[in-house]
């Protein structure tokens, strides 16, 4: 089995040096008490450093989860197969169990790389159940989230989405840890070159027909304006803590429209909804659309539209008004606003 001690505990933890095994210990602490975790390792740099840490971790005590590494080969090139039994070899050589799961029949043409991702976290929650893990460990890194943010400011996200990556969230009932969000690629990659452990070349990290290489293209160019990735980083971090905040005030607004008479049954009183800030109001429309409704998630443009619909009702005190989104039905009727399942759609005939 290869030797742990790759650095010395006090070695300093820059963007450019060896991860310590104390570093590692803290990076990981937060899951310690978990009976079994997924580790997601695809066989690149950032995925094989964390599996190389979350070993070494586990063997600082001697009760603590299981570790599954599982590798997800979508079938998309003819090396992932290789790489897959790559990542097994180590696996065993840490003394790590290990499992390839395949993403199996046709592909999509467009909208590939989201389909890609679905699958994977759709195959590694069913490992994870399978193996009675709580979480899944991604090997996400200080450099994604940065490009996670570019690409969400470019899509025009709101506050929540500019928060980009949370260190834990939940996806598929199983929940989703990012030990490595504070660290950078360069960081992982010096780990690894020195305890002389290799990892896989992804091409498509640079395959340019895709909008993740593109952005990570003009990182250069951007950190000599002063948008580092350390920058970019930050920047979503104080957006997630605005966006807890504003969090907050949604849920006391929640409970305020309830002392009003907001119910299943009645909705909640227009006018009291009305006197809130937008932000709030969207948040609270948002949030009664996506436990009503049964298409998913209400996208945050189409809330933002139904809101000011619904304000221009309020105003010009129009009678009636009804709408559906994301499989809900929202009206407002004699001054209160109802959100509630709408009827299933349906099939075209012919």
């Known amino acids: 089995m290869p030797d742990l001690d790759i650095a010395g505990d006090h070695m300093p933890d820059d963007d450019h040096s060896a991860i310590s095994a104390q570093h590692a210990k803290t990076l990981f602490a937060g899951w310690k008490a978990a009976p079994a975790l997924v580790l997601a390792v695809s066989g690149g740099p950032d995925s094989i450093a964390l599996m190389w840490l979350a070993a070494r971790w586990r063997r600082s005590f001697k009760r603590g989860p299981r570790l599954i590494a599982v590798t997800v080969d979508h079938g998309l090139r003819p090396e992932a197969a290789r790489e897959a039994r790559n990542v097994k070899r180590l696996a065993q050589a840490l003394e790590l169990e290990h499992r390839t799961l395949r993403w199996r029949g046709a592909k999509p043409k467009a909208g590939l790389p989201?389909?890609?991702?679905?699958?994977?976290?759709?195959?590694?929650?069913q490992a994870a159940r399978q193996g009675g893990a709580t979480h899944i460990v991604t090997a996400h890194t200080r450099d994604d989230q940065a490009e996670t943010l570019l690409m969400r400011m470019l899509r025009g996200s709101g506050i929540t989405g500019l928060a980009a990556m949370a260190r834990e969230t939940e996806r598929d009932g199983v929940r989703l840890a990012r030990p490595l969000l504070e660290i950078s690629k360069a960081q992982l990659i010096a780990t690894l070159n020195r305890a002389k452990i290799a990892f896989a070349d992804d091409p498509t990290n640079r395959d340019k027909s895709f909008t993740r290489p593109r952005l990570r293209a003009l990182?250069?160019?951007?950190?000599?304006?002063g948008?580092?990735?350390?920058?970019?980083?930050?920047?979503?971090?104080?957006?997630?803590?605005?966006?807890?905040?504003?969090?907050?005030?949604?849920?006391?607004?929640?409970?305020?429209?309830?002392?009003?008479?907001?119910?299943?049954?009645?909705?909640?009183?227009?006018?009291?909804?009305?006197?809130?800030?937008?932000?709030?109001?969207?948040?609270?429309?948002?949030?009664?659309?996506?436990?009503?409704?049964?298409?998913?998630?209400?996208?945050?443009?189409?809330?933002?539209?139904?809101?000011?619909?619904?304000?221009r009702a309020v105003a010009e005190r129009q009678p009636r008004l009804k709408q559906t989104l994301a499989g809900a039905a929202i009206s407002l009727t004699k001054g209160r606003i109802r959100i509630e399942a709408a009827p299933p759609r349906r099939g075209r005939k012919g």
Request: charged residues 30%; aromatic residues 4%; proline residues 3%.
């Open 219 to 225: 990182m250069p160019q951007l950190a000599a304006e």
């Open 227 to 311: 948008g580092d990735v350390k920058s970019l980083a930050r920047l979503a971090s104080r957006l997630a803590r605005a966006n807890a905040a504003v969090e907050i005030l949604a849920d006391g607004a929640e409970r305020y429209l309830a002392l009003k008479g907001a119910d299943a049954a009645n909705g909640f009183d227009a006018q009291a909804f009305a006197a809130l800030p937008e932000e709030i109001r969207l948040r609270l429309l948002k949030r009664a659309i996506d436990r009503s409704g049964h298409e998913g998630p209400a996208e945050l443009g189409k809330v933002e539209a139904l809101l000011a619909a619904l304000d």
């Open 114 to 125: 989201a389909a890609a991702r679905d699958a994977r976290y759709r195959l590694l929650a």
